[in-house]
């Protein structure tokens, strides 16, 4: 086992997320140093964060979620700085955030993770749940809440998404427990373990058979 720090030129310490993109490099999140990226196999760091110099740099808050689209463009999710997207290769982003004159905008600006289904990010916040944009649509984003037509969509702090695309639902664990999403008949419902919620879920994870794997800070649940 290896470790890796800031005296090997890891411009944070502070590691909030890992992500891998379709040429293999190695993304990395971090809560003071914006991202870094390794793109050799003798670890070297390449570091982009804000500069006060560059509007366009990367937004200066921690970074909590990295995500490459089906078009190979880069996504990261801040803490208070939005959703910001790499132009192309470069070290320059376009910053999404919300505006409460446009209810088209971001919802919230803390973006705690972000995933794909066919052409559309789904985002998960904390303090306002789950929105979508459509790829096509870039920078038009729509709320869970406005969308579902039956049950109540009640999960503020979002901490993880999963699709699943074999039955066409949207998983989403939560502070307050873990729910699942219908898009075909735009259903909302909560997900019980004897008859409870399953309060204070961290990640999921849906393998290769098809069940979901649920963390949490109670123990691992799978169903």
């Known amino acids: 086992m290896k470790s890796f720090s800031s005296s090997d030129n890891l411009n944070n310490n502070f590691v909030n997320g890992l ?3 379709a040429e293999n490099v190695l993304w990395i999140c971090t809560a003071k140093g914006g991202i870094n990226k390794i793109v050799k196999k ?4 390449d570091a982009y964060r804000h500069n006060n ?7 200066p808050y921690p970074v909590n979620a990295i995500f490459e689209d089906s078009n ?8 208070e700085g939005g959703l910001n997207k790499r132009i192309d290769d470069s070290d320059r982003f376009i910053h999404y955030q919300n505006n409460p004159a446009i209810s088209s905008s971001l919802p919230r600006d803390a973006v705690s993770v ?7 990010l ?9 929105c979508s944009m459509k790829l096509s649509e870039e920078g038009h984003f729509v709320r869970l809440d406005d969308i579902v037509e039956e049950g109540i969509c009640d999960c503020p702090f979002v901490s993880d998404l999963v699709f699943d695309a074999r039955l066409n639902v949207l998983w989403i664990a939560a502070r307050s427990g873990v729910y699942v999403y219908e898009l075909t008949e735009r259903r909302f419902s909560s997900i019980l373990y004897r008859n409870k919620p399953i309060e204070t879920s961290s990640s999921l994870l849906l393998d290769h058979s098809g ?7 109670n123990g691992l649940y799978c169903m």
């Open 19 to 21: 992500f891998f993109d």
């Open 42 to 45: 003798e670890v070297e760091f």
């Open 53 to 59: 110099k560059l509007p366009a740099s990367l937004a």
């Open 72 to 79: 190979r463009q880069l996504w990261i999710g801040t803490v």
């Open 114 to 120: 972000i995933i794909e289904e066919n052409g559309t």
């Open 122 to 130: 789904w985002i998960g916040s904390w303090g306002d749940g789950v």
């Open 211 to 217: 069940r979901l794997w649920i963390g949490s800070e």
